[in-house]
């Protein structure tokens, strides 16, 4: 059964570059959550994808950006990078959009801008 | 709007012994569902319990409890005989069934030998 699987596992950029992340759900899920979660805080909600639309979206500028594909999978995006957008992103799946599903995480995606 | 507010952001507990992690939520919505997550310094967030905020009994799930206080809108997670291996971040998080998923800051559990 496979789980959350993110891609790179870190990635360094400088100020200004483009990145791309990349998620694909566990086996069965549909939904795909993003999160950004600084050093010692607890995750910060990004934004959610169901059926190829973004249905939530949190406290985060237009600089991020988001994209489901048919199969499920996900890519982040995030353009103009700043120094404080140097974070873990994690990214959670589960089955409907709906908040009161349980979510499950993959390891994450460590992003450090210089 | 959804918040969730971890006032202990490090607890210890010797192993074998129990310990109890504090939340605190605050939501306009009723139907609205309680998670406890743990993080450990691999990094994979795991779920460690879920209630519905419409049940009135208690969560359970083998040596994790939950004590679910829903008019104080308090939510805390109880492990008993603590191991080495629930050293961890634990996060409590909100979710309605048409909104996202809020997380608190976290407790950071250490578990002494």
């Not at chain 1, 795909?32 to 994808?49: D, K, N």
């Not at chain 2, 083998?62 to 679910?68: A, D, Y």
Request: aromatic share 12%; hydrophobic share 30%; glycine share 8%.
């Amino acid at each position: 059964d496979a789980g959350v699987t993110q891609s790179p596992t870190h990635l360094i950029k400088t100020r200004g570059q483009q990145v791309t992340l990349r998620c694909s759900p566990k086996s069965g899920h549909d939904t795909v959550s993003w999160y950004q979660q600084a050093l010692g805080q607890g995750p910060q909600f990004i934004f959610q994808y169901y059926e190829e639309e973004e249905r939530q979206r949190g406290n985060f500028p237009d600089r991020f950006s988001g994209h489901q594909f048919p199969n499920y999978s996900s890519e982040l995006n995030v353009n103009a990078l700043l120094l404080g957008d140097s974070a873990l992103y994690l990214c959670a799946s589960s089955l409907g959009d709906r908040g009161s599903q349980p979510q499950h995480f993959g390891d994450g995606t460590r992003l450090s801008i210089l | 709007a959804q918040t969730v507010t971890q006032s202990q952001p490090e607890m210890s507990v010797q192993e074998a012994e129990t310990v109890t992690l504090s939340c605190t939520y605050d939501t306009s919505e009723s139907d609205y569902y309680l998670f406890w997550y743990k993080q450990p310094p691999s990094r994979q967030m795991i779920l460690v319990i879920r209630q519905e905020a419409y049940k009135q009994q208690n969560a359970t799930e083998n040596r994790f409890s939950v004590n679910f206080q829903k008019a104080a809108k308090s939510f805390s997670l109880k492990i008993s005989d603590s191991q080495l291996g629930d050293a961890a971040m634990y996060f409590c998080a909100s979710g309605t069934s048409y909104d996202k998923v809020i997380f608190g800051p976290g407790t950071s559990l250490s578990v002494i030998p």
